[in-house]
């Protein structure tokens, strides 16, 4: 294929939550199989790529200094990958703008190669098929694909086959972030801990919560959200317990961690009730930073006006 385009193209992405986390047992490969509902929120990364004489990559915003700027930095491989896939020598700047917490369980790391995929596809005009560009991004990782399609979407295996969720209306969200990151290996091993030799069925969705999506019911959603990486997240930091203690007792409907935390989200009424939320937990020091968002919104895909929130 021949590079021609010279302009820099951006892709905007969103971060996630888990509506509902069900882990299944450790397998032999050392993971867990899951069943989750992901759902994609207006919190989000941009993604820049432009033509330049070698590799790079650099990330501004919240939590840029603790992001690999090297091989093993997601975005980078991202574009690295779909420019083998085009056979091209062309080199690429990758430019990441974070506002998605970093190692925070809202998978960042994943939006900023589904955003890198799209922005490089763009870029070069490649062709690729929707479908070979959700291939290429669960090869890239088990929560890029989701960050890819966006909306809500129930996960299976990994979380890389994923399936529409219908879903009504939009949601209100607060999220307390704490810039202390939590190792996802370390939440699945005190999951296994906690859960001691006890057999462990095998994952499913909840009927209840699909409905309450259906309806678009925000106190059945509320009522319906579920973890299970929850206990372990709040045993290895349980201040985790106390920060949703206090947004349950400042308004929120719900609260849960998202994935594997130490991200918790807060479930709003409405757009008020989360800015009155986004109050309490500011004036506290419970965590370090509290930012509202909606969801759901689209998954990865370029934009020209590029105006961070
Ligand atoms: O997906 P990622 O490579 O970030 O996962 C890091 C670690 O988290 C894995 O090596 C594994 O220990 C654990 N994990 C798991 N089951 C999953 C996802 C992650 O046990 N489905």
Known sequence: MEVTSATPVTARVPAKVNLELRIGPLEDDG???LSTVFHAV???????????????????????????????????????????????????????AKNIPVAGGMAGGSADAAAALVAVDALWETGFSPLELQDMAAELGSDVPFALEGGTAIGSGRGEHLVPVLSRGSFEWVFALHHEGLSTPAVYAECDRLRGTDPVPEPEPNAALMAALRAGDVDALAGNLHNDL????????????DTMNLGLNNGALG???????????????DHNAALDLMVGLTASTICDEVVTATGPVHGAHVVHDVRPR
């Open 31 to 33: 993971y867990h199989s």
């Open 42 to 96: 207006d919190l989000v990364d941009h993604v820049t790529v432009r033509p330049a004489d070698k590799w790079s990559v650099t990330t501004t915003g919240m939590g840029a200094g603790t992001v690999p700027d090297d091989e093993t930095n997601l975005a980078l491989r991202a574009a690295q990958f779909i420019a083998r896939r085009v056979g091209t020598d062309e080199a690429l700047a990758v430019e990441v």
């Open 230 to 241: 929850q206990d372990a997240a709040c045993s290895l930091m349980p201040r985790l317990t």
């Open 255 to 269: 609260a849960i961690v998202s994935g594997s935390g130490p991200t918790v989200a807060f479930l709003c009424a």
